[in-house]
């Protein structure tokens, strides 16, 4: 079965909604008795569970997930027979075997599923609209390869192996940012590299790996957080928050646990050890 309507981004198309229909109908055939399945769009990502006619809407809505070509999550076999001739690619042009698993472990940080019934095609989105544009473009520069024809390095993958480059040879900001620009400049036109040191560490945040700066007392009596995160000396012996113009004594790197028990939990790599 050809399958290349999926990476078609015209949704009006004729031939998208026809491969639409041939998905719809393949899954009729595994339909629980409430006629509910997950859904493949691009905002569900097979998270959550719709009745098949939302499913449809939402698709023809939303777009169908890039990389969900064997549709095992519908009762599919792993790897289906391909007819010679047809256009399918197991993945898009630029993703690798490393790309696939940042997605999936994007899509296990995107949430749950959640079985509410034949409602669940009249609530809104279960994710907040912001963390929603969060994975949407995170989503985004997974697909997005590092270059035009690129086929080694999505953007995202670029930037998360650059980034540990740095830290496992300990480059300071300075000399990170100089070779962030070299290879902006000698890689092609309209190349997804980052600039600047901020553009990286913003994508990192948005994936998860950021953490809160704290100050802390000179004595260590005191984190000037919360309540007492405007103080500008210690509660407890007085001496002052920083050694000159704002710079503080000490300072933590606090790792929220929150968000991180989240994604260890959503993720079903990782629920079944913690429990």
Known sequence: ??????????????????????????????????????????????REVNHIDSVRYHLLIYGFLKDYIHWTEHGEQSNPQVPLGSSIQDTPPCMNEQDEEMGEALRDAAGHAYDIGSSSDLLSDMRPPAEQARYDKLFEELHNPLYDDCMKFSALTFIVKLINVKFLYKWSDRSFVTLLKLLHEALPVGNHCPRTYYETRKLLCDVGLGYEHIDVCKHDCTLFYNEHKDDDVCLICGVSRYVRKKIPHKRLRYFPITPRLKRLYSSKHTARAMR
């Open 1 to 46: 079965m050809d399958r290349s309507w999926i990476s078609n981004p015209d949704r009006l198309s004729a031939e998208y909604e026809n491969g639409v229909g041939e998905f719809v109908t393949f899954v009729r055939g595994s339909l629980d008795v409430q006629g509910l399945t997950k859904c493949p769009c691009n905002r569900c990502m097979n």
